[in-house]
């Protein structure tokens, strides 16, 4: 099981991006979905997340400019990002908790992280 995030890249403030991560192998079921971020000398911390009902959270910091959505047919999740501000600037990992075909266990799972530039 593997995660492959996309979608970063540098904008203006005010700008928008929007960004994607497909998990893909044997999986059998994907529980919690979500996005994580890391700035320079910060910890990770979340962005927002997503149940498999599709019951969100998101952080202060971003609610009601950012927007996560799923696709569970193409195991995807993404994150749509209005509004950015330099202090959204970071490296974005997306998560998932997925059970496998093989295993009867749940297992987080993170992508390795897309870069998100906010400057003008």
């Known amino acids: 099981v593997q995660l492959q995030a996309s979608g970063g890249g540098s904008v203006q403030p005010g700008g928008s991006l929007r960004l994607s991560c497909a998990a893909s192998?044997?999986?059998?079921?994907?529980?919690?979905m979500g996005w994580y971020r890391q700035a320079p000398g910060k910890q990770r911390e979340l962005v927002a997340t997503?149940?498999?009902?599709?019951?969100?959270n998101y952080a202060d910091s971003v609610k009601g400019r950012f927007s996560i959505s799923r696709d569970n047919a193409k195991n995807t999740v993404d994150l749509q990002m209005n509004t950015l501000k330099p202090e959204d600037t970071a490296v974005y990992y997306c998560?998932?908790?997925?059970?496998?075909?093989?295993?009867?266990?749940?297992?987080?799972?993170w992508g390795q992280g897309t870069q998100v530039t906010v400057s003008s």
């Open positions: 997503i149940t498999g009902g599709g019951s969100t």
């Open positions: 192998g044997s999986i059998f079921s994907i529980d919690f």
């Open positions: 998560k998932a908790v997925i059970r496998s075909r093989y295993s009867p266990s749940w297992t987080a799972y």
